[in-house]
């Protein structure tokens, strides 16, 4: 009796420790439940290394600046880093803006950003090379803007007219150089307006000036506002004035300003530039990548008119310098 008493004892014993082995198991498991959950939790908020983003616009009434606000809360809200737009003078300040450190990410024209990476034109002799393309956005259209009753009906017209051209060494400067030398103008033809866009539709209705040169994404708030107490006119580029634009200068496009736009009675042939997005080399791969997703993967969160146009799959089209890794990375993804 008492051997049986031993052995049931012993039975019990050994019992109790394997359940107390299989609680252990158990509390480390949820531990490690818990431990993952946090982990989780934590690589939402991943470190990348900054804590702040800005990225460089252009002038309020401006098209970068408009997308600049969205593609900012998309950033803040994907990776966790505070993003915001800032007002700039647009292209080529932004470009030195990225250089000297004023912003980590910019809204600029394709042939802007090529003219900075080689040191050409405004970057005479002073190249940028501490920059890279995240992505193409979509067309921005050279408008040269005046209204209906002001007698201008083609580039000839210009001549001795006051004309706003954008800030000296700006892209719309550039673009509004461009077009008056393929229409055998100067800018010694005109009287030259340094205006930004909201100034020049201002000094238009209140008749200061003659006309504008406006490159942006159309519709742009600028016009937009002219237009809704003023009768406005876009001067067409002929397609002949328009090919021989691109084959001195093929960074250009054609386009066209469809009817309806600025209560135009119909479409307006046009000629047009890419917007994109540039950005510091020494962003981190990660980071870059996920900025890069957070436009692409979103678009549809995009209010403005030029959202429909901004599309993953033609993200690399048209960019003339060296893409960042980590939107090569983003880009390679999607598209193959």
């Given amino acids: 009796m008492k051997k049986n008493k031993l052995l ?7 019992f109790a420790l394997i359940l107390a082995a299989c609680g252990g198991d158990d509390s480390s498991s949820d531990s490690n439940d818990t431990s993952s959950n946090g982990g989780d939790t934590a690589s939402d908020e991943k470190d990348y290394g900054v804590k702040f983003l800005s990225i460089l616009t252009g002038g309020t009434q401006g098209t970068y600046y408009a997308l600049g606000g969205t593609f900012a809360d998309l950033i803040s809200t994907e990776t966790g880093v505070k993003t915001t737009a800032e007002v700039s003078q647009a292209s080529a300040a932004n470009m030195t803006g990225l250089q000297e450190e004023k912003g980590e990410v910019a809204f600029v024209q394709t042939d802007i950003a090529f003219y900075a990476t080689e040191g ?42 006051k004309v706003s051209v954008g800030a000296p060494g700006s892209g719309t400067y550039a673009n509004a150089e461009q077009l ?38 159309y519709p742009t708030g600028a016009v937009e506002a002219l237009n809704a107490t003023n009768e406005v006119s876009i001067i067409p580029v002929s397609a002949e004035k328009a090919q021989e634009l691109i084959e001195k200068y093929p960074y250009y496009a054609v386009d066209t300003i469809p009817a309806g736009t600025y209560g135009l009675a119909e479409d307006v042939p046009a000629v047009s530039v890419l917007a994109m997005l540039a950005v510091n080399n020494d962003l981190s791969e990660d980071l870059v990548y996920a900025m890069t997703k957070a436009i692409y993967d979103n678009t549809d969160k995009i209010g403005h008119a030029k959202g ?29």
Avoid: C, R, W
């Fill in 8 to 14: 049931l004892f012993m039975f019990l014993s050994v």
């Fill in 308 to 336: 429909a146009l901004i599309k993953a799959e033609t993200g690399l089209e048209g960019i003339g310098i060296d893409i960042h890794p980590g939107a090569q990375k983003y880009f390679d993804e999607v598209n193959n």
């Fill in 180 to 217: 008056l030398e393929i229409h055998g103008l100067t800018m010694d033809d005109i009287e030259a307006q340094n205006l930004d866009f909201g100034e020049s539709a201002d000094s238009i209705a209140s008749g200061q000036i003659d006309a504008a040169f406006i490159t942006a994404g």
């Fill in 120 to 161: 050409k034109e405004m970057f005479e002799g002073k190249p940028i090379d501490t920059i890279s393309a995240l992505g193409a956005l979509y067309p921005e259209t050279i408008q040269l803007v005046t209204l209906a009753d002001s007698g201008i009906k083609s580039y000839e017209d210009l001549k001795g007219k």
